[in-house]
Structure formats: C-alpha cells, structure tokens
C-alpha cells in the first residue's frame, strides 16, 4: 500500500540553526500538507501547497519557515533559524484531491528536539 | 469560529467493552468533512473513519463506527469490542475549505484498555 515518508525520523538541532524536514508524498497525490504536534498538546495546521505554491498557511508560519517541493516526488519544510518553541513533531501528509472528503494520509513524522 | 472539542482527557475501559468517544464541532460552512485519527505511542497518525456533512447515514469501518449527530454537531466514535491493541490517542477533525482543506484538530482523548 503507497504510504508518505519522512525523514529523518528525529533530528536534533542547535536554536538558530536551519533545518530541512522531507517528505515524500504518495505519487499520484497533488496536495500536499504540514501540521505540527507540540508534545502533549493538538495538532496543529502550518501549510498547504498545490500546484506549486502555497494555498494556506497558518499564523505559526512565519517567514522562518518555507515549503518546496524541488523535483517531482520530495515536499520539503524549511526552518531558517530554529527556535526552543519549534521543538514538536512534524507530519507531512497528502491527498488525492482538495475535497473535503479527501483523506489526507499522514507520514510518520519527524520529531524535531531544539536545544 | 472553526472548532473541535474533545472533553475527554483520558478513559479507561475493559477490554472487550464498546467505548464512545466524544467529539463536537463548530462550523458555520455547510459543507465539511469528520475525521478521526489514532495515535499509537509510536507516534504515527492512522486514519480510522470519515463522515461527510451531507452523508445521510453513519459511516462505519470494521469495528469502528462514527455516531454522527448533525444538528448536536457531534462526531462520537465508537469502538465495539475493544481490543488492548485499542490503546491509544484518538483525535478527531474536521476539513474546512480554507485553501485545501485543511484539517482542525482536537485536543485528543488518551484512551487506555485494561486486560
């Protein structure tokens, strides 16, 4: 069964430093998520991208972060300077479709430790 | 305001019991979609079930089933026969058409079966 990826499953990174979280996405979906899980705490919205750009993101957002997706099967999440607050779990997920039946399939995640 | 809520923090229950888990919503879009995902402690995201504002009938999948009350805007879950492999979070969501459906989420009920 076609699944999302992840990698690296944890990364431990200095604050300030940047980070590149990847993730491959089912092949033939178009729409392509991120959400974040600080421990203990909901999962939250950072971003949607369909054909090629952003189509939402959320207040956490901010210009530290950027997606791309730089060849036709990576879809990359981009920290520029890590802060103690990104510490949390990162999960990529994808859909066939934008509707709002659409089940978006999660990766399993990587968990991000700024120290 | 878009919103879920979960009331449950934690359950326990014996193993082999049926198990509700709540879940109520706040939307103003008529068009939406209801989805419950679980969380092992591996951390993965694993999706169970979806129910359309539109569907006329309540979706189920093997022993899940998802009791959806639409004028109560509730989306409970139910497990029947459950099973210590049930240990878990659960989180329930919602699609809303802000860019591509992106999912609003739960703050999750850890739900724990005793042998």
């Known amino acids: 069964e076609p699944e999302v990826t992840q990698t690296p499953s944890h990364q431990v990174t200095q604050m300030g430093q940047e980070v590149i979280l990847r993730c491959v996405p089912i092949?033939?979906?178009?729409?392509f998520y991120w959400y974040r899980q600080i421990l203990g705490q909901k999962v939250e919205f950072l971003v949607s991208f369909y054909n090629n750009e952003i189509s939402e993101k959320s207040e956490i957002f901010d210009d530290q972060f950027s997606v791309e997706r730089p060849d036709g099967s990576n879809f990359t999440l981009k920290i520029r300077s890590t802060k103690l607050e990104d510490s949390a779990m990162y999960f990529c997920?994808?859909?066939?479709?934008?509707?709002?039946?659409?089940?978006?399939?999660f990766g399993p995640g990587t968990r991000l430790t700024v120290t | 305001a878009q919103k879920i809520t979960q009331t449950q923090p934690g359950m326990f229950v014996q193993e082999k019991e049926a198990v509700t888990l709540d879940c109520t919503y706040d939307?103003?879009?008529?068009?939406?979609?209801l989805f419950w995902y679980k969380q092992p402690s591996s951390g993965e995201m694993i999706f169970l079930i979806y129910?359309?504002?539109?569907d006329q009938q309540n979706a189920t999948e093997g022993r899940y089933s998802l009791n959806f009350q639409k004028a109560r805007k509730s989306a409970n879950l139910v497990i029947s026969a459950s099973q210590l492999g049930d240990s878990a979070m659960y989180f329930c969501a919602m699609s809303l058409k802000r860019g591509n459906y992106q999912l609003i989420w739960g703050a999750g009920t850890k739900l724990i079966i005793k042998p």
């Open positions: 997920a994808s859909s066939a479709d934008g509707a709002s039946s659409s089940e978006q399939y």
């Open positions: 129910q359309g504002s539109y």
């Open positions: 939307t103003s879009d008529p068009s939406y979609g």
């Open positions: 092949s033939n979906h178009l729409y």
